[in-house]
């Protein structure tokens, strides 16, 4: 099963295609732990709706406050939750494309599967990078922040 790429003159042959045939079965498992962890956070997410005010109330002395700190920890698993769903998607699509792919010697699958692939690290980038951003703008806050009481302080 050697294909030659005429632009790179790359080949995909038995070797690499068994990496990629290893690689797309623990791809496989990734995606479909992630998905799974996925519901599970949303599962948790509505226990914690449905007992946590109650008991948070009564924590925090307030009705409102506990409510509060119920609705802001539902979102965040909410949030979370979706931030980690797309990447497992990505890399499952990529997963079942591959092993598609390679096995029946279809093109499609295989160039579908090498953009879900890019599509996972796309994401994650992105989501790196604004996760970065948001560690920079900290930082910067912190050390604003410790100015303006250090100035108020003298």
């Known amino acids: 099963?050697?294909?030659?790429?005429?632009?790179?003159?790359?080949r995909v042959d038995a070797e690499n295609s068994s990496y990629l045939l290893e690689t797309a079965k623990w791809a496989k498992f990734l995606g479909i732990v992630g998905m799974v962890v996925c519901a599970l956070m949303l599962f948790f997410g509505l226990?914690?709706?449905?007992?946590?005010s109650s008991t948070l109330a009564s924590a925090y002395g307030s009705a409102a406050m506990g409510a509060g700190m119920v609705v802001t920890q539902?979102?965040?698993m909410i949030v979370f939750s979706l931030l980690y769903f797309l990447?497992?998607?990505?890399?499952?699509?990529?997963?079942?494309?591959?092993?598609?792919?390679?096995?029946?010697?279809?093109?499609?699958?295989?160039?579908?599967a090498l953009s879900n692939l890019k599509s996972?690290?796309?994401?994650?980038g992105i989501l790196t990078?604004?996760?970065?951003?948001?560690?920079?703008?900290?930082?910067?806050?912190?050390?604003v922040?410790?100015?303006?009481?250090?100035?108020?302080g003298s």
């Open 1 to 10: 099963m050697e294909q030659e790429n005429s632009l790179f003159g790359l």
């Open 47 to 52: 226990i914690v709706a449905a007992v946590g």
């Open 74 to 76: 539902v979102t965040m």
């Open 87 to 112: 990447p497992s998607l990505y890399i499952f699509r990529f997963a079942k494309r591959m092993q598609i792919g390679l096995r029946a010697n279809n093109q499609e699958q295989y160039n579908r």
């Open 120 to 124: 996972a690290f796309k994401f994650v």
């Open 129 to 143: 990078v604004v996760v970065l951003g948001f560690y920079v703008l900290i930082i910067v806050f912190a050390i």
């Open 145 to 152: 922040g410790a100015g303006v009481a250090a100035g108020l």
